[in-house]
């Protein structure tokens, strides 16, 4: 967790090399993480939306930070169900906000990249739900 978290700091502040490391390092230590990917992605969603050095206050870079995260998550399958998160995730909030016609991309590339097995469960739909109900 330490290696996703920062990749995702080095992800916020446009350092995507030392981000790809630090994700490769965290995939290569634990192929098969403890956690599912639907929560992985939700925790480092809120990290980068929610970090614990703003005090609790959106960060200013927040979409950059997600967009930055996803483009540096290698091609492991773990990595490719945690984009497929994100970008479900992503999708939901711009959804909520109103946004329907930016969060179809989102949408179409969380459906490419996710399958039956992983969207069919309770910590999708956990996720899912917490996406709509949370800022």
Known sequence: MAHLLA?????????????????DQ??????????HPAVLASGLYRAAIWPWHSAFQPHPRASQAVE???????????????KAFLALRWALKLMRHGQMSRST??????????????????????????AVIRP
């Open 68 to 82: 930055n995260l996803r483009d540096c998550l290698g091609g492991s399958p773990v990595a490719e169900e945690i």
């Open 26 to 35: 965290a995939f290569t230590m634990a192929p098969q993480p403890p956690e």
């Open 7 to 23: 990749g995702l700091e080095f992800a916020r502040v446009d350092q995507l090399k030392e981000a790809e490391t630090y994700l």
């Open 105 to 130: 991309s989102y949408l179409q590339e969380a459906g490419l990249l996710l399958t039956r097995k992983n969207f069919f469960n309770w910590r999708t739909a956990r996720m899912m739900f917490g």
